[in-house]
């Protein structure tokens, strides 16, 4: 539809100018998201800007089914809506007056004028208008059937029809075989003297055909890629959720959703677990109004929080940048987490969770509402697990054969059964001559095929570089070099006992809401009447405006991570008086923790299977620390040791007083009774 439209509205340059944008290119995320598109094919009509700059967008229509002409006189209608930044280079497109009419020649320099007389509601005027535009010696004006005077002088009996009138102010009716736009635009284009302006659309190299066809990695087909896997949750969570503007109510239910099954069942690397089970819990909590406190118990979890930002197909990379990629990896992704949740009582789990996820996030509309119709049809009907691996991939199979042929598909890669015979050849077999699944056979085959151990970690950025970066990214954003250990021994130590004692007075100062708010990004403080969100919750430049809530899981890991590596510091500095635990985590040194185990992870522990017991006590501690802040109502310990031994001292003061009176008082009630005898 927008090939099609782009050549219809050719000659409408340089008033109108089709352009293309990829917006699921994460190169062009920036643009997009100020452009406002949450989905495609999406068609935005930006006038040119005229002094303000301001864009002034505004959205025509969306859908790739619809018409070309309706869109065509949707850009027409906005056009002339717009009469702040009229195009410079666009003709006016306004009905002629008789006056005007009557004036022409005098006014302008050209041979013919074209008078298309219409009803109002017609478009032909307007467009053979614009089809001319880069016509010389033509003019083309529309003439609406109430302008009677005109329409009499012409004797214009039937709507729409073109009058050629020339500078000598002779006149005819355009001799053509269909009152229609193409045939009155190739007659004018025919008369002698109407020429082809010089007008050239300037086209820069890059907007030009070069496609970059980088060498095609080596991906084994009967292997699943984490490098696609984890590429698949970078694409979805930090660009297809972030072009959601609001993010409330279904699509918040949507995220949720798709977060927690993550977070249960993506067989990741643990750090990338980790990542995904405090976004996990903090989304799960993010509207009560106490979800907050629950983040502190996950800071304290050992492993880092992170998933990788590059992308990387491997077993999705397509022949050229346009092929397979990011929706071949979430099919991967919703296979593998059918059968990873082969276990789970809920058979509709996984595939409720994708339905959610793909109504309304997957930025391919057309592929939405085909999913969805899918889904309405027959996925309620699903009653058990093994069901449900057999629904999604059967439906699968289907979009296959409807796709088999189309231009979206990859000549190198075509549409398949899958899986096909060489791949599984028990999987297949022949009845009454026609083909058949064998189905138990295609089931064992699922398993294997989306079974963690057939994960190849190939092509993924190393667990230690990537760590060892996040490292130097939290030293740099907390303000120390990546090989710098936060606290040393001896000398450093003792340097900066003082130090410490001075911040550890300040620290127990503050209230109790700054010293969490720190580590949360944000908590309600009295007397505010903002409440300020936490920092995981990034506003856009747009949302910003409607105070729309847009979860940045950039920053949730960061700020995950800086915060754990802000409170280790902190930790840290009260640990380091009584033991020399280094701090390994962001000091670059060696970890403390082994996450590099394997792909498995205990099922059922959640993030206290990976917590270590000196982490629990100090965790134990750190729960108490709020309450001794509190306790201690912005008093340091040195004042509150102070207050003790001055409170004893008094007591004793007291106690000492007291027994000297009492002894004097005896005395003196015992003298008297001496001499009575
Ligand atoms: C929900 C959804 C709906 C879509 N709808 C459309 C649409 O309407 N129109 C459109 O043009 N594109 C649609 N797409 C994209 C399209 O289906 C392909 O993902 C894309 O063309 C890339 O194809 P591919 O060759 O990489 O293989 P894909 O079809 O993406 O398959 C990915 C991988 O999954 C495996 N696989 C293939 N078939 C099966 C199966 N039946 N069961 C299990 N595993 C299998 C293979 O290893 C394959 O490499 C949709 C994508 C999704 C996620």
Redesign the pocket.
């Given at each position: 539809t927008w090939r099609a439209l782009a050549a219809d509205l050719r000659e409408w340059r340089p008033a109108v100018m089709i352009a293309a944008l990829d917006c699921a290119d994460e190169a062009n995320q920036q643009v997009c998201m100020d452009f406002g598109i949450t989905g495609f094919p999406t068609l935005k009509v930006r006038p040119a800007p005229q002094g303000s700059g301001t864009l002034g967008l505004f959205e025509v229509a969306g859908g790739g089914d619809t018409a070309v002409r309706d869109l065509r006189h949707s850009i027409i209608t906005n056009l002339e809506q717009s009469h702040d930044a009229w195009p410079p280079a666009c003709p006016p497109l306004e009905p002629a007056s008789t006056d005007e009419v009557r004036s022409f020649f005098q006014r302008n320099n050209v041979k013919y004028l074209t008078l298309i007389f219409e009803e109002s509601n017609s478009f032909v005027g307007r467009e053979v208008t614009l089809d001319m535009l880069q016509y010389e010696n033509i003019a083309v004006r529309r003439v609406l059937s109430s302008e009677e005077e005109l329409v009499r002088k012409f004797g214009v009996t039937s709507f729409p029809s073109a009058y050629l009138l020339l500078s000598n102010g002779s006149f005819s009716r355009l001799p053509v075989h269909m009152e229609a736009r193409s045939f009155y635009t190739y007659y004018l284009r025919m008369l002698p003297g109407v020429t082809r302006g010089s007008y050239k659309l300037n086209v820069t190299s890059s907007a030009s055909n070069l496609t970059t066809t980088a060498l095609l990695k080596h991906a084994d087909?009967s292997k699943?890629y984490m490098a696609d896997l984890e590429s698949a949750l970078h694409y979805s969570l930090r660009v297809e959720v972030t072009r959601t503007r609001v993010l409330s109510g279904a699509a918040l239910s949507a995220l949720k959703c798709y977060v927690a099954l993550l977070a249960k069942y993506f067989p990741g690397r643990p750090f990338v677990q980790t990542y995904l089970q405090g976004l996990d819990s903090w989304l799960r909590n993010w509207t009560e109004p106490d979800c907050l406190t629950l983040f502190p118990s996950l800071l304290q979890a050992s492993h880092p929080a992170m998933l990788p930002t590059n992308v990387t197909w491997v077993?999705?990379q397509?022949s050229e940048p346009h092929?397979?990629?990011y929706?071949?990896?979430?099919?991967?992704l919703?296979?593998l987490l059918t059968l990873q949740a082969f276990q789970s009582e809920l058979p509709l789990e996984v595939l409720s969770t994708?339905r959610c996820y793909?109504r309304n996030f997957?930025g391919?509309q057309?592929?939405?509402?085909?999913?969805e119709a899918m889904a309405a049809e027959s996925m309620d009907k699903v009653q058990g697990r093994q069901e449900a691996v057999f629904w999604?991939?059967?439906h699968?199979?289907e979009?296959?054969a409807?796709?088999a042929g189309?231009d979206?598909?990859?000549p190198k890669?075509p549409?398949?059964?899958?899986?096909p015979p060489d791949m599984c050849p028990l999987c297949h077999k022949e009845e009454s001559g026609l083909h058949a699944w064998d189905e138990p056979a295609v089931l064992r085959f699922?398993e294997a095929?989306f079974s963690p151990g057939n994960i190849d970690p190939g092509y993924t950025e190393p667990d230690t570089e990537l760590l060892a970066r996040e490292r130097a990214t939290v030293a740099a954003n907390v303000g120390l070099s990546a090989n710098q250990p936060i606290e040393r021994d001896g000398e450093r130590e003792r340097d900066k006992e003082d130090k410490d004692k001075e911040e550890e007075g300040k620290e127990e100062e503050k209230p109790p809401e700054e010293g969490v708010e720190g580590e949360m990004g944000a908590r309600e403080r009295p007397g505010s009447s903002e409440l300020r969100r936490p920092s995981i919750v990034r506003l856009s430049g747009r949302a910003r405006e409607a105070q729309d809530d847009i979860v940045d899981l950039d920053s949730f890991s960061e700020q995950h991570f800086k915060s754990k590596a802000l409170r280790a510091a902190g930790r840290r500095r009260r640990l380091s008086k009584r033991d020399t635990l280094p701090l390994h985590v962001a000091a670059g040194g060696p970890r403390d923790f082994d996450y590099a185990v394997g792909w498995e992870r205990p099922r059922h522990g959640g993030l206290g299977a990976w917590r270590r017991p000196e982490e629990a006590a100090v965790g134990e501690g750190l729960r108490r620390s709020p309450w001794f802040r509190v306790l201690g109502l912005g008093f340091s310990r040195v004042d509150v040791s102070l207050c003790i031994v001055l409170y004893f001292l008094s007591s004793m003061c007291l106690l000492g007083m007291y027994t000297f009176f009492r002894l004097r008082m005896r005395s003196r009630k015992g003298r008297p009774g001496f001499p009575t005898a």
């Open positions: 087909r699943v077993g999705c397509g092929f397979r990629g929706p071949c990896s979430l099919w991967t919703f296979h994708m793909v997957f391919c057309e592929c939405a509402q085909h999913f999604l991939w059967s699968h199979n979009v296959n409807r796709l189309s979206t598909e990859d890669f549409k398949l059964q899958w899986p699922l095929h």
